[in-house]
């Protein structure tokens, strides 16, 4: 099926204008990437039935209303590791109870190692975590639970 001048002519601009957009976006259009300053993906673990009532009420899966709505996690310079609260509950029954146990994991599903937060409050809920090279490099995801202090 041959394609008329109209869809030729519409295809060429098309193509023009994401050869202009890619260009005004970053150059040729591959983003560079830093594994040294990066968001790092997370989510909660475990759950039932090995949860514990304190994972439970901190995530909100069981009463009320979790200790944070989510986490911004991000390792910048390569060596800090940073946790911070989204939407950090004003109150919540836990404060002063539990800390995060932050689990980093490697692109293969491998535990790397497990780190443990201060104990989480409605002032302090962000932490900062020091890691090495080697671990940094290799951190791919995080699992997070709470855990009674």
């Given at each position: 099926m041959?394609s008329?001048p109209k869809h030729?002519?519409?295809?060429i601009?098309?193509?023009?204008?994401l050869?202009i957009?890619?260009?005004?976006?970053?150059g040729?259009g591959?983003?560079?990437?830093d594994?040294?300053?990066r968001?790092?993906?997370?989510k909660?673990g475990?759950?039932?039935?090995?949860?514990?009532?304190?994972h439970l009420?901190?995530?909100?899966?069981?009463?009320?209303t979790?200790?944070a709505?989510?986490?911004?996690?991000t390792?910048?310079g390569?060596?800090?590791?940073t946790?911070?609260?989204?939407?950090l509950?004003s109150?919540?029954?836990?404060?002063?109870?539990v800390k995060?146990?932050?689990?980093?994991?490697?692109r293969?599903?491998?535990?790397?190692t497990?780190l443990?937060?201060?104990t989480?409050?409605?002032?302090?809920?962000?932490f900062?975590?020091?890691?090495?090279?080697?671990t940094?490099?290799?951190?791919?995801?995080?699992?997070?639970?709470?855990?009674?202090?």
């Amino acid at each position: 099926m041959a394609s008329s001048p109209k869809h030729l002519t519409a295809m060429i601009a098309l193509s023009g204008a994401l050869a202009i957009t890619t260009t005004a976006c970053g150059g040729d259009g591959a983003a560079a990437y830093d594994w040294r300053d990066r968001d790092i993906a997370w989510k909660y673990g475990p759950t039932p039935p090995s949860a514990s009532a304190e994972h439970l009420l901190g995530t909100g899966k069981k009463r009320g209303t979790p200790i944070a709505e989510g986490w911004r996690c991000t390792l910048r310079g390569g060596t800090q590791l940073t946790v911070k609260p989204f939407k950090l509950a004003s109150e919540h029954e836990l404060f002063g109870e539990v800390k995060l146990m932050v689990n980093l994991y490697d692109r293969d599903s491998q535990r790397i190692t497990i780190l443990s937060s201060d104990t989480i409050s409605e002032q302090s809920a962000s932490f900062a975590f020091e890691l090495d090279l080697a671990t940094a490099e290799r951190l791919y995801d995080l699992i997070l639970y709470f855990k009674k202090v």
